[in-house]
């Protein structure tokens, strides 16, 4: 079995910043790409990929992000981090990371956190 934890989130004024980080821990043989998810608590909305970095340290971020946020890693701790600055209302959510991870014994899977709560107040 394999954990995610996230911490770091909260409420925030517009304009702020924090930051994200999520540990993984367990069985782990190695994680391939991590990312940030995030939910926007409204009608309609679905879970949506906010960022992603491979385990060589490519990222990739939405466009509703980017120029803002950061994600980056810590390979030796199994950790990944999301510095989101600039911060707006319509980024208020619930967000959760994601780890593509091998287990030992060799099996792939996918594994998420339990979710942050970001507010940010206008």
């Known amino acids: 079995q394999v954990q995610l934890v996230e911490s770091g989130g909260g409420l925030v004024q517009a304009g702020g910043s924090l930051r994200l980080s999520c540990a993984a821990s367990?069985?782990?043989?190695?994680?391939?790409?991590m990312g940030w998810y995030r939910h926007r608590q409204a009608p309609g909305k679905q879970r949506e990929l906010v960022?992603?970095?491979?385990?060589?340290?490519?990222?990739s971020y939405a466009d509703s992000v980017k120029g803002r946020f950061t994600i980056s890693r810590d390979n030796a701790k199994n950790t990944v981090y999301l510095q989101m600055n600039s911060l707006k209302p319509e980024d208020t959510a619930v967000y959760y990371c994601?780890?593509?991870?091998?287990?030992?014994?060799?099996?792939?899977?996918?594994?998420w956190g339990q979710g942050t709560q970001v507010t940010v107040s206008s």
């Open positions: 994601n780890a593509d991870t091998v287990v030992l014994g060799g099996i792939r899977m996918a594994y």
């Open positions: 960022a992603t970095i491979t385990s060589r340290g490519t990222t």
């Open positions: 367990g069985n782990i043989f190695h994680i391939n790409a």
